[in-house]
C-alpha cells in the first residue's frame, strides 16, 4: 500500500486548506485512515481518524469544531478539511492506514504512511 499526501500550502492565519490522502497499491477499503503532524522539533501527534466506513471520526481537543475528516472509499482517498487555521497548526501532516484494528491516536499502531504534506500558517 502506498499513501501519497498532497494540498499543503501557505495560508494566512485564519484561513482553509484541503488535504488529501491518495492510496493506491494493495489498497483495502476496510482500514481506519488518520492524520498526524509533526512539527519541528516535536514529536508526531495526532490529529484524526475515520473508521473504514467513515461513520465514526475521532479528533484531538487542539482541532475539534476546525477540522473535519472524510473519506472516499471508492476514490481510495482520505481527505482532512481544515478551518480557522492558526499559526500552531503548522507542520508538516502525514496520512497513515491501519491494516487492521480500530481507530488509535498512537502512530506506532499505524502500518503504512504516506510522505508528509507541508502546512504552513502565517501570522
Known amino acids: 500500500v502506498q499513501l501519497q499526501a498532497y494540498g499543503g500550502g501557505l495560508v494566512q492565519a485564519g484561513g482553509s486548506l484541503r488535504l488529501s490522502c491518495a492510496a493506491s497499491?494493495?489498497?483495502?477499503?476496510?482500514?481506519?485512515r488518520g492524520w498526524f503532524r509533526q512539527a519541528p522539533e516535536k514529536e508526531r501527534e495526532f490529529v484524526a481518524a475515520?473508521?473504514?466506513?467513515?461513520?465514526?471520526?475521532y479528533y484531538a481537543d487542539f482541532v475539534k469544531g476546525r477540522f473535519t475528516i472524510s473519506r472516499d472509499n471508492a476514490k481510495n482517498t482520505m481527505y482532512l478539511q481544515m478551518n480557522s487555521l492558526e499559526p500552531e497548526d503548522t507542520a508538516v501532516y502525514y496520512c497513515?492506514?491501519?491494516?487492521?484494528?480500530?481507530?488509535?491516536?498512537?502512530?506506532?499502531?499505524?502500518?503504512?504512511w504516506g510522505q508528509g504534506t507541508q502546512v504552513t500558517v502565517s501570522s
Open positions: 497513515a492506514a491501519r491494516s487492521r484494528g480500530s481507530a488509535s491516536m498512537a502512530p506506532m499502531e499505524y502500518d503504512y
Open positions: 497499491g494493495r489498497t483495502f477499503s476496510s482500514s481506519v
Open positions: 475515520i473508521s473504514w466506513t467513515g461513520g465514526f471520526t
